[in-house]
């Protein structure tokens, strides 16, 4: 499938759904009746226009191979892996933070990202880690008193 | 006129204190790091750096932002002319003939022609900026629903149909992006829309959330492919970075006649800098004597471009500024960056907070003087920024947005958008889906819809209202003619 038809039908489907939806939401009774559909309505229905005449133009147009689409799941495995496991790491993170604290929290996640990355350089990549978490909390947390968690280590934190 | 130097004079009273002129050198600095580094460039380089100003008042949040923005322009072309890969689109031109001074052992005067000709650009677009936004701003003022909604209308079809790519791809994206505008509570009528059930989803999506996903994670994710690219950087051989009359006599003309083009330029929305130092290269290539020199190392083919860089960001910040439009990507991070601090730029900002509107032209200008002090006798260290191989450079980009993200309102919930935006943006990347349409439909969104409604409760359920307010007609002419325009474009490039 080529990009073009691939991004015409993701708009059309993504649309139809939105389109949909707004069709469902209450209507006022007085006031702005018809104002939080009218909106939602319009744009539903140009992604749906929009993308049902990106699919039939590319239909009717021979598309070349370099246009074919490949998210490179399988040519790029690699780096969908370390994406994989950036973001399981991220949400990680935010769920953590508060118990963990900022420090630990921040360490953990830049050591999970300099492995990734960095590879074969692991003491490079925990002073990194380290260094990262510990100057962000002086700078953000001392210095621009923006309030951060101190978690876990709370009584062990000399600033 | 009179007003105009009251207003500046407040600027420089609010720009001039010892923390603002800190953080400009501060901002500047990582703004030129940052712009010089290939693969980031100014529009991650704001958004990765917005928690720098956290903590920080309005006035001096705005000014820091900005210095972060005109940095990135300086330092864009950095790479450009060391490495041949240049920092950020707006400066691929620069390869041109950068590059090749390089190899022909005047490394040293293309870094100094490059710092001096941002400099003139940057002051002179400082001048039209100056004489420009208080007038555009009382204007705006007067402007009713209708005129504001046609407005954006304006600017969302200019950004897609001045740009490269596919129109209807471009439609796609702004689509995309108004719908996650609506997503939340309806601010007119209280009724929840599009949150499928997700209580986190009520109080809307943070813009600048998905700013963070898209811009910087997004690009993390695109240079995973390239994480062992070591450049060859000879820096000794670069030389004393200083140019000769001669050169400066080469390059003033195309300096001068290089800023008013990059400035209205930028003042358009959707055209950028790319387009203004593209323009500006082909107009100094056709008119000048000597065209058979350029992109072989003529000093005049890297100058012009330089100033429209450097003008067409001043030019950019006009619309910002006067009507809280931003005309570009970068831009629109930057409006984010604002909004999130409680700044709404528009034309009620030079009417209620002139300090912090003037305070930012003034302290421009200060940037702009700080920035041509660091550019050129620090040019040769900054360069050696460029040895950093991506393998260490990423996970702190990395580590700064998801910094970025626990700050913006210390949600967990914003770390899940924030990493499936990330991936979006990257599946986006590879279907050619562009992504600043997208950014630029998000943060208008709210106002589009809002501005059309009050019409519609205007001229009760009329679309006419349109177009007998002649303004708002101009606004809607203008959407339909650059339309038009990109159309009859692409056809004559396809043919």
């Known amino acids: ?159 | 006129m009179q007003e105009i130097f009251a207003n500046l004079a407040l600027g420089f009273e609010t720009a001039f204190t010892l923390t603002n002129i800190i953080w400009v050198f501060i901002g500047g600095v990582l703004g030129t790091i940052i712009g010089m580094l290939p693969g980031l460039g100014p529009a991650t380089g704001v958004a990765i750096l917005i928690p720098i100003t956290f903590g920080m008042n309005p006035a001096t949040a705005l000014i820091t932002m900005c210095a972060v923005y005109y940095g990135a322009m300086f330092g864009g072309s950095r790479a450009s002319i060391m490495i041949n890969t240049p920092g950020d689109a707006a400066s691929i031109v620069s390869c041109f003939d950068g590059y090749p001074m390089t190899k022909q052992g005047r490394a040293g005067a293309a870094l100094a022609i490059s710092a001096i000709a941002s400099f003139i650009g940057g002051m002179i677009g400082m001048i039209f900026l100056i004489f420009l936004t208080q007038p555009i701003a009382n204007a705006a003022l007067k402007f009713g629903p209708a005129e504001m909604f046609s407005l954006m209308m304006f600017a969302l079809v200019a950004t897609i149909s001045l740009s490269e790519g596919s129109i209807l791809k471009g439609i796609i994206a702004i689509t995309f992006g108004l719908m996650l505008s609506t997503i939340g509570l309806d601010a007119l009528t209280g009724i929840t829309r599009f949150t499928y059930g997700i209580r986190s989803l009520e109080d809307s999506i943070d813009f600048l959330v998905i700013i963070i996903g898209v811009y910087a994670i997004t690009e993390v994710y695109k240079n995973f492919r390239d994480l062992d690219t070591v450049y060859n950087l000879d820096a000794k051989s670069i030389g004393k970075v200083a140019i000769t009359k001669q050169e400066f006599k080469q390059s003033i003309g195309p300096m001068l006649r290089a800023t008013p083009l990059g400035f209205f330029v930028g003042v358009l929305p959707g055209m950028g800098a790319t387009i203004a130092t593209f323009m500006d290269y082909a107009m100094e290539k056709s008119i000048s004597k000597h065209p058979e020199k350029f992109g072989k190392g003529a000093i005049e083919g890297l100058a012009g471009p330089e100033s429209a860089n450097n003008a067409c960001s001043c030019g950019a910040m006009v619309p910002l500024l006067t009507l809280g439009i931003p005309g570009s990507g970068t831009t629109a991070v930057m409006l984010g960056a604002l909004t999130l601090i409680g700044v709404r730029p528009g034309p009620l900002l030079f009417a209620q907070h002139p300090d912090i509107a003037w305070g930012v032209i003034a302290s421009m200008l200060l940037g702009n003087i700080i920035l041509i002090l660091i550019n050129l006798p620090m040019a040769i260290p900054l360069v050696q920024l460029l040895r950093i191989p991506n393998r260490l450079m990423l996970p702190s980009v990395f580590g700064l947005a998801i910094l970025g993200t626990y700050f913006l309102n210390y949600s967990s919930f914003d770390f899940i958008l924030v990493m499936i935006t990330a991936i979006l943006g990257f599946l986006f990347s590879k279907i050619d889906l562009p992504i600043p349409p997208m950014v630029l439909a998000l943060i208008l969104g709210g106002t589009t819809e809002q501005t059309f409604r009050n019409s519609m409760v205007l001229s009760d359920g009329s679309l006419s209202i349109l177009f007998q307010k002649p303004l708002s007609a101009v606004f809607l002419v203008l959407a339909a003619v650059s339309l038009l325009y990109a159309l009859i474009k692409r056809r004559k490039k396809a043919a």
């Open chain 1, 1 to 159: 499938m080529s990009k073009n038809l691939f991004s015409g039908l993701l708009a059309a489907g993504v649309g139809l759904a939105y389109f949909i939806t707004a069709l469902l939401l209450p209507e006022q009774m007085m006031g702005d009746r018809l104002g939080p559909k009218v909106f939602p309505l319009i744009v539903g229905a140009a992604a749906i226009l929009a993308g049902a005449g990106l699919s039939f133009f590319e239909i009717w147009k021979k598309s070349t191979r370099k246009d074919e689409v490949d998210f490179g799941f399988k040519t790029e495995r690699d780096v969908w892996v370390k994406i994989a496991v950036l973001t399981v790491a991220g949400i990680f993170y935010g769920l953590s933070i508060d118990f963990l604290g900022f420090i630990l929290a921040t360490t953990a996640i830049m050591l999970v990202a300099t492995l990734l990355i960095n590879k074969g350089h692991l003491k490079q990549n925990i002073t990194v880690s380290v260094l990262f978490s510990i100057v962000s909390y002086l700078g953000f947390g001392i210095a621009l008193q923006l309030s951060l968690p101190r978690g876990l280590i709370e009584n062990l934190l000399p600033f």
